[in-house]
């Protein structure tokens, strides 16, 4: 099953800035309204392809955390991490961001990788029910927040 949910915006800030931001995942947490930041893993400070983070999420009175994986690192285009459980990669996580007259457009973009019984698990989990009409909610938060974070 794969599912794609996207959302873009027009941000006024330089690719490179907003770059700067979506690839600091500990600040996550600044503009997400699940992801709680987190920390890199296995010695890394930083993305970079094949690199691990350990994130932290939240969701009403549920937690829990994480392993993600960066499998797109194109400086400052686009930004890709899959969401790694029981040694597959289950969903990606990416952002594609393009220079505009006026700054850029960053879009965001959830690609559900899960077989159908996973939503299940995820419900246990997350509290969530649907989650690609959760996540597109979401989505729209953080870039919301990441603009404005972008422009100050």
Not at 64 to 84: C, H, I, Q, R
Request: charge should be positive; aromatic fraction near 10%; hydrophobic fraction near 40%.
């Amino acid at each position: 099953m794969t599912n794609l949910v996207s959302v873009t915006r027009d941000i006024a800030a330089s690719p490179e800035k907003v770059w700067a931001l979506v690839t600091d995942l500990p600040r996550m947490g600044e503009w997400s309204p699940e992801n709680q930041g987190g920390t890199w893993a296995k010695g890394a400070t930083g993305p970079a392809v094949g690199v691990r983070f350990n994130g932290k999420n939240k969701n009403g009175k549920k937690a829990w955390s994480t392993s993600v994986e960066v499998n797109v690192y194109d400086a400052p285009k686009k930004f890709s991490f899959g969401l790694m459980a029981l040694g597959k990669n289950w969903c990606d996580w990416i952002y594609e961001i393009e220079p505009t007259a006026t700054g850029c457009r960053v879009t965001h973009s959830w690609d559900d990788h899960r077989a159908s019984w996973a939503d299940f698990l995820g419900k246990l989990v997350s509290g969530v029910s649907n989650r690609a009409t959760h996540n597109r909610a979401n989505m729209e938060i953080t870039l919301d927040k990441l603009a404005a974070a972008a422009v100050s």
